[in-house]
């Protein structure tokens, strides 16, 4: 906190004596005049529930298909040497990548940015639940089979609990890349009728209005602290604790 408090200090002072063009980097104080007038007009707040809604579908969406592909490849050997090497490729690529295919499949739509997110996180929540699946101790899956846990059973009970500290890295990793793709596809896909936060970052830097510009990345950055603490860091807490690694 205190180092925050001395960088905006820093960066207010250089604001005021004009230590670089304040056209181009205005300070906090005018961030935060552009901050506050975006929410009192309600634009702000309507553009953060459009993106949140779009990242909590397509992110959703990403957490099934890719447990259940990643439950398929960690547990049949045949499917992981198959699909491994293409998941990794297709890991390394940018999420911008996706975006000409989604317009070709879906047009400047909702579908094109759901689709992009999706894509985002997909491939890293699967290679995070596979490489979970793969790395239970053959020990527990023995145990298990010795008292009876078969099918449905022996994944609810052992395999899912026991790859859950791996499964929720990818989720968190899954989360931050799908808010990436999440930007790009409204960064790019400006002419959708909703505007989210990525599309508002668009339109302030068509205005040169650097202060919008700043002010929704500061939103950006918010909701990532918020959501890491909120959800992502108690969830890893609570698995902590479950498994002995911490105290409490």
Not at 131 to 153: H, W
Request: charged letters at 15%.
């Amino acid at each position: 906190m205190i180092f925050l408090i001395l960088l905006l200090i820093v960066w207010e002072t250089g604001f005021r004596r004009n230590w670089w063009n304040s056209y181009l980097f205005p300070g906090p104080s005018e961030v935060l005049k552009t901050l506050t007038a975006d929410i009192k007009d309600g634009s702000l707040l309507i553009a953060m529930r459009i993106s949140l809604l779009r990242i909590g579908v397509a992110f959703g969406a990403a957490m099934v298909l890719g447990t259940l592909i990643g439950l398929v490849m960690g547990a049949v050997p045949l499917v992981h040497r198959a699909i491994s090497p293409l998941a990794l490729g297709l890991q390394t690529l940018p999420s911008i990548c996706w975006l000409p295919l989604a317009v070709i499949w879906f047009g400047l739509s909702e579908r094109a940015i759901l689709f992009v997110t999706l894509m985002g996180a997909l491939l890293a929540v699967s290679i995070a639940v596979s490489d979970g699946i793969r790395n239970i101790p053959p020990l527990y899956l023995r145990a298990a089979g010795m008292m009876g846990a078969r099918g449905l059973r022996l994944y609810r009970e052992v395999m899912l609990p026991a790859a859950l500290p791996a499964i929720l890295s990818g989720a968190k990793q899954g989360w931050a890349f799908a808010w990436r793709s999440l930007m790009a596809g409204e960064l790019l896909s400006v002419s959708t009728g909703a505007l989210g936060l990525g599309q508002t970052l668009m339109r302030g830097r068509d205005l040169n209005d650097m202060s919008e510009v700043l002010a929704v990345m500061t939103v950006l950055v918010a909701i990532g602290v918020i959501a890491d603490r909120l959800v992502f860091s108690r969830l890893e807490a609570n698995v902590r604790r479950r498994w002995g690694l911490s105290a409490g």
